[in-house]
């Protein structure tokens, strides 16, 4: 090798070096996708006072008295105190929510299941505040469900266990009307 390659080598090293200094080396940062979290109902549970859900042209109406859930419609309806807590808890401050869309005009409601939601829960709050949560489909993993409050236009994200107790409470009053109506015959 001549003394001209190899200096040629060095200066291509040099070369390579500084550009990797000046623009390689630099630490970038670490690319995440940033999700917003927050809650459902952006309450506390102990602030709920009374939740009606709504379904198929049917009414399951739970208050909190003496600061245990019961189910007040329909009346014969048997429900484990802890299946409303946990609707409620998983509305207010155990789940968090992922924004889907902040004000999605009201066309894009119904690719959510939004337009004409089949479940509706009516939440009364301490102070006499009112609040409504629609629940529409699920997401196309199958992983969630598309959820929409009378706070705001938003439409959020929530785990399947919203819709899940909302399913079993309302199972359990639609067992407990059918029964009252054939205990009336």
Excluded at 72 to 79: G, I, L, N, S, T
Excluded at 101 to 110: C, F, G, I, V
Excluded at 131 to 145: D, E, I
Excluded at 148 to 154: I, N
């Amino acid at each position: 090798m001549t003394w001209r390659t190899t200096l040629v080598y060095w200066v291509l090293l040099g070369l390579l070096a500084g550009y990797y200094a000046a623009v390689e080396s630099k630490a970038r940062p670490v690319s995440e996708i940033v999700v917003a979290r927050e809650k459902v109902l952006g309450v506390y549970a102990d602030e709920v006072m009374a939740i009606t859900l709504r379904r198929d042209g049917q009414d399951v109406r739970c208050e909190r008295r003496d600061k245990r859930w019961t189910m007040v419609q329909p009346r014969d309806a048997k429900v484990p105190a802890d299946l409303i807590s946990v609707l409620v808890d998983n509305l207010t401050e155990k789940q968090e929510a992922e924004e889907i869309s902040a004000a999605p005009p009201p066309e894009e409601l119904r690719a959510f299941g939004l337009a004409d939601a089949s479940t509706v829960l009516e939440v009364e709050l301490a102070g006499g505040k009112t609040a409504s949560v629609k629940l529409g489909a699920r997401n196309p993993p199958q992983t969630a469900v598309y959820a929409q409050t009378s706070l705001s236009p938003r439409v959020l994200l929530v785990g399947l266990n919203v819709q899940y107790y909302a399913d079993l409470l309302h199972e359990a009053g639609r067992v407990a009307a059918a029964s009252s109506a054939s205990g009336k015959n």
